[in-house]
């Protein structure tokens, strides 16, 4: 077996005191230029690697970490991240890391933003976030920027600097929900349209980044087809998806949220056959899919997102681990056939 490699063999090797091997290692107090590269050749030399778990229990500092989601009582697709978060706040509570979970209103933009202020005047270690609101998530981060607080989010990645991000490339899912939609269309009949629903189209990023990947994937599309777009908010949607339907003869609609199965419940009001492609496993989506009156759902994985992204913090924390700044997970396609497997 290989021999354990103790701080006083560093010392011996390095010809240093065992004082000064412990903080370079731990990465604390004064080391002269000297000491420093004779104790970094010592550990290269005896290809040494340090425990981290037992450096995090050296250390003796409390992490804490902030995190900012949307309310699951208040819209479902949030409750597999609040899971998600939870498995790693147990797998972690041995550690030296404080983790409290605090929500918004994912409706209100202000609670978002009242919830955000109070977090920072706590200058937790670490804040991790969804930013829903465009806006407001950069107000948050610049603020975090300032304060130094390390700062990491999920679900879409906001377009200033952030110092770690976990989600799907939305542009890149956008394109694959208009690359589903293209194998059911006729040049002849078709009409497509993009539903956002329930949210302010003008302050979601992940909205847009996915209208703006599906619209080029059509930029470059042999047939050419009519593509309108609509922005519903939560009063009268069936009224509106109706007006919307008939309007502009729409048929053939992709979904950019979770509310996927409105505009299959509309149809079905309608007694009107149309391909739909939306996304996320909430029990209604689940249901219009196994009846055949949605096609595909890409799945977004929210409860991996949020395991993942929390994790990554508290071990970067923790144990310095470094992670690449944009985690990008594969955009899954679940249809009638395979939706089984993923409940």
């Known amino acids: 077996m290989k021999k354990k490699i103790t701080i006083k063999d560093i010392a011996k090797v390095a010809n240093v005191s065992i004082g000064t091997v412990d903080r370079v290692i731990h990465n604390r107090g004064k ?17 040494y690697k340090a425990n981290p778990l037992a450096r995090s229990l050296k250390n003796n500092v409390v992490y804490a970490i902030s995190i900012l989601v949307p309310d699951p009582q208040k819209d479902s697709y949030w409750l597999p991240c609040q899971q998600g978060i939870m498995e790693i706040i147990t797998e972690y509570e041995a550690f030296d890391v404080d ?55 999920f679900n879409s990645m906001p377009r200033n600097h952030v110092d770690q991000h976990v989600g799907q490339d939305l542009y890149l899912s956008g394109r694959v929900g208009a690359k589903l939609i293209s194998d059911f269309l006729d040049p002849s ?43 519903i908010n939560t009063d009268n949607i069936h009224s509106t998806l109706l007006d919307f339907i008939e309007s502009h003869g729409v048929n053939v609609f992709f979904v950019t949220t979770s509310k996927t199965y409105e505009v299959a419940r509309t149809l079905e009001l309608l007694n009107k056959n149309g391909i739909v492609v939306g996304y996320d496993l909430l029990q209604e989506n689940i249901k219009y899919l196994t009846e055949g009156k949605i096609q595909f759902l890409i799945h977004q994985a929210p409860r991996m ?36 497997s993923y409940l």
Do not use: C, W
């Open 99 to 153: 983790i409290s979970v605090h929500y918004f209103d994912p409706s209100e933009s202000e609670s978002f933003s009242q919830v955000g202020a109070r977090l920072i005047r706590k200058s937790p270690d670490a804040v991790l976030f969804v930013p829903l609101f465009e806006r407001e998530s950069d107000v948050l981060l610049r603020k975090l920027n300032k304060k130094g607080i390390l700062s990491a989010t």
């Open 31 to 47: 080391v002269s230029e000297k000491a420093l590269q004779k104790v970094n050749d010592a550990l290269k030399e005896l290809d």
């Open 189 to 231: 009949t078709s009409k497509i349209g993009i539903v956002h629903i329930d949210e302010a189209f003008n302050n979601a990023i992940h909205m847009q980044q996915k209208e703006e990947g599906f619209k080029s994937f059509y930029e470059t599309y042999a047939a050419k087809y009519d593509i309108f777009t609509k922005t």
């Open 305 to 340: 997102q949020a395991s993942l992204s929390l994790k990554s913090l508290v071990e970067k924390l923790l144990f310095k681990k470094e992670y690449p700044k944009k985690q990008f997970l594969p955009i899954e396609i679940i249809n009638s056939e395979n939706v089984k």
